[in-house]
């Protein structure tokens, strides 16, 4: 009211002093609030005035105090619930990068830049070279390094002749040098001759003659063996450049996916005003203060709550039973960080998945080998979806498991970064192109969504993978190329729908080669799946592991891998 009234510092003091007196003798009850007032008031007039004139009058006082003797002690006062919905200040002041529409605007110009960078890349890569052309750009690189060389070399006897690169006699000799990679003493002068010029019958001695020759092979060849190298460097800066592209492109993709993530983020702010205003509500009278919460209802719902630290031991439960009410959904709590330099708790809620998922893997190291070449995975994403994974590096041992793990270390990663599953691929094929040595490796990605109830397969150069319904198996084949052999990979996508009970199988080719009864070798497995009448994913996975090793008569000629998943509907 002193606020309001636009008084004298003091008489807003006197208030605040006699307030938190009053409060101090609360224990003694209304008559404790009443002296406590009246005590503040004298103390704080007295320090503002040096002497005891009231500077909130007695009368006010005493008007005040009947009326609190007036009133039940039976009545009780909440001020929060009178002012609900009224927001004295922000709730989160748009944490971090989360909220913010610059954030967005941001993203997309960083986007547009990267993807402007990787057209750049293109265009320098994409001139279509042909034979002819990669010829005549070596040959000069050859020329250029045959002319270094014949510096300080005019007085040799073939200077003039092998200096005029213009004629016929540099290209035979070139073409010479291209089929044969180097040029013998006789092979020159058999050039020369056939270009009418001879090194026999000048006025010169034969030895004489005979060092300049050698001492003109050995120019012609230094510069070949150079050139060779300066050429096939310059062919791998122009592949380097297509994959640069490719890997700009990557980032590009997924920067702008950010953006377009965060700016539906933002656009829903304005959608669930209701249930946050309800949820917020609801854990206040439960003593659980929200200090922030985003609601993210596309396509899972997601919800960030920040609230007070306390002591509530059930707290969990009733933050998600107050949301399972509100938003009707089941939730489930993701991740509780502790924020302790705002003396926070951050909880990431997620709606529960709708199926539930069971894995089985069971593997074998070929005989004689250190490790298996095999490489798999198994793990949660951060938006909820479940990724499986095989991939076979070529060959076996140390090598092939250096090839496979980057695969799959280098898949997780990309996923979880935010990356497009097709853009990831790409990205993982580039860096092996890019790799000193040749490596290549298999890649069979399962990837479930176990809350809209759908799959999603993508394959290259794996084997096929088998989907079991009750007695039914159907097989799931491609016919795509391992990653790490060509640049433009197109990867193989099947899309399916879970049903309950459902029983899929991936495996690495040491499980179907193993068998050479059948000429389609994948037709053992698939009779193997519908003879089998169990159902734990465990024990479907050994069995076929042991009959893959049964079929070569124990020994295991192969790195062998399956993975087994069974789907089960809540």
């Not at 180097?182 to 009418?196: P, Q």
């Not at 949301?323 to 951050?346: A, D, G, M």
Request: aromatic share 6%.
């Amino acid at each position: 009211m002193g606020i309001i009234a636009n008084n004298e510092p003091v008489v807003v003091a006197a208030y605040a002093i006699s307030g938190l007196i009053s409060g101090i003798l609360n224990k003694f009850g209304k008559i404790g609030v009443i002296g406590g007032f009246i005590l503040g008031n004298i103390v704080l007039s007295y320090f503002a005035n040096g002497m005891v004139i009231s500077i909130v009058l007695f009368k006010e006082i005493l008007i005040a105090g009947i009326a609190l003797i007036a009133v039940p002690k039976n009545i009780n006062l909440n001020i929060e619930n009178i002012l609900i919905g009224k927001k004295f200040l922000p709730i989160g002041a748009n944490r971090g990068l989360n909220k913010s529409k610059e954030t967005v605007n941001k993203l997309n110009n960083i986007s547009k830049a990267v993807e402007a960078m990787a057209t750049s890349y293109k265009n320098v890569a994409a001139t279509a070279i042909t034979k002819e052309d990669l010829r005549e750009k070596n040959k000069q690189k050859f020329i250029a390094e045959l002319l270094n060389n014949l510096d300080n070399m005019e007085e040799n006897l073939l200077y003039e002749i092998i200096s005029n690169v213009e004629g016929n006699i540099v290209d035979e000799i070139f073409s010479h040098l291209m089929e044969n990679q180097f040029i013998k003493e006789k092979d020159l002068i058999r050039i020369l001759a056939k270009n009418n010029n001879y090194v026999v019958g000048f006025d010169q001695d034969e030895k004489g003659i005979e060092e300049d020759i050698q001492k003109m092979t050995n120019a012609i060849n230094s510069a070949y063996r150079i050139s060779k190298m300066n050429f096939i460097w310059s062919i791998r800066l122009d592949e380097e450049k297509k994959n640069f592209e490719t890997q700009l492109n990557g980032v590009s993709h997924a920067i702008s996916g950010l953006a377009k993530d965060l700016d539906d983020e933002l656009q829903e702010e304005n959608l669930n005003l209701e249930e946050k205003e309800q949820i917020i509500t609801i854990l206040k009278q439960k003593e659980i203060l929200v200090q922030d919460i985003f609601i993210n209802t596309n396509d899972r719902c997601k919800v960030e709550l920040y609230i007070e630290k306390n002591e509530i031991k059930d707290a969990q439960k009733q933050i998600l039973d107050v949301l399972n009410k509100i938003l009707k959904e089941k939730f489930e709590i993701k991740q509780e960080t502790e924020i302790k330099s705002e003396n926070l708790i951050k909880y990431e809620i997620i709606a529960q998945d709708k199926y539930i998922l069971s894995v089985g893997i069971s593997s074998k190291t070929k005989e004689n080998m250190p490790v298996s070449g095999d490489g798999f995975l198994k793990t949660k994403l951060k938006d909820g979806k479940y990724l499986l994974a095989i991939s076979d590096g070529m060959g076996s041992g140390i090598k092939a498991r250096e090839s496979s793990q980057i695969v799959i270390s280098m898949l997780q990663r990309l996923l979880n970064s935010g990356f497009e599953k097709q853009t990831s691929i790409e990205l993982i094929n580039s860096n092996l192109l890019n790799t000193q040595e040749e490596t290549f490796a298999t890649l069979d990605i399962a990837i479930l969504d176990l809350y809209k109830g759908n799959m999603e397969f993508i394959k290259n150069g794996a084997m096929p993978t088998y989907i079991k319904q009750n007695k039914k198996v159907q097989v799931i084949k491609s016919k795509t190329l391992p990653t790490g052999i060509v640049k433009e990979l197109n990867a193989d996508v099947f899309d399916k729908d879970l049903e309950n009970e459902q029983i899929i199988v991936m495996c690495s080719d040491g499980i179907l080669d193993s068998n050479i009864e059948y000429k389609n070798k994948e037709l053992w497995l698939k009779y193997l799946l519908e003879d089998i009448e169990i159902t734990t994913p465990q024990k479907i996975a050994d069995i076929i592991l042991n009959e893959a090793i049964d079929n070569n008569y124990g020994k295991i000629k192969d790195d062998m891998t399956v993975i087994v998943f069974k789907i089960v509907k809540k």
